[in-house]
């Protein structure tokens, strides 16, 4: 059975580039373990490029979703662990941009 899912419209949530609520219906359920970007493709460190970090760590997610049999179009619950608050806003930010073709709304 093919999944259903139904984003409930976020309202003061879409500031922050999140949903509220996303209802499913069928379907199967991966759950991925935590995703880091510490280094690129190549093994460099990307310790001092918090941009790159974040990138990286989508790339990895990606990667992780194709192996699976899924895409970001899939996810349906996202959690993030920034360790420094004062990024925060800059995260929602890439996040926003980079996803923001793949939701067609503020993500997950």
Not at 30 to 46: E, K, N, P, Y
Request: charge should be positive; glycine fraction near 8%.
């Amino acid at each position: 059975m093919p999944l259903k899912k139904t984003i409930i419209e976020p309202s003061w949530e879409a500031k922050y580039s999140f949903s509220p609520a996303v209802v499913t219906e069928g379907g199967r359920t991966i759950w991925l373990d935590g995703h880091v970007g510490f280094a690129d493709d190549t093994g460099a460190s990307l310790a001092d490029n918090f941009d790159a970090q974040v990138r990286q760590a989508s790339k990895n997610l990606e990667k992780t979703l194709q192996r699976a049999g899924g895409t970001f179009k899939d996810v349906v619950w996202m959690t993030v662990a920034v360790s420094d608050g004062r990024y925060s806003q800059r995260f929602t930010d890439i996040r926003r941009k980079s996803m923001a073709a793949i939701f067609r709304r503020a993500p997950c």
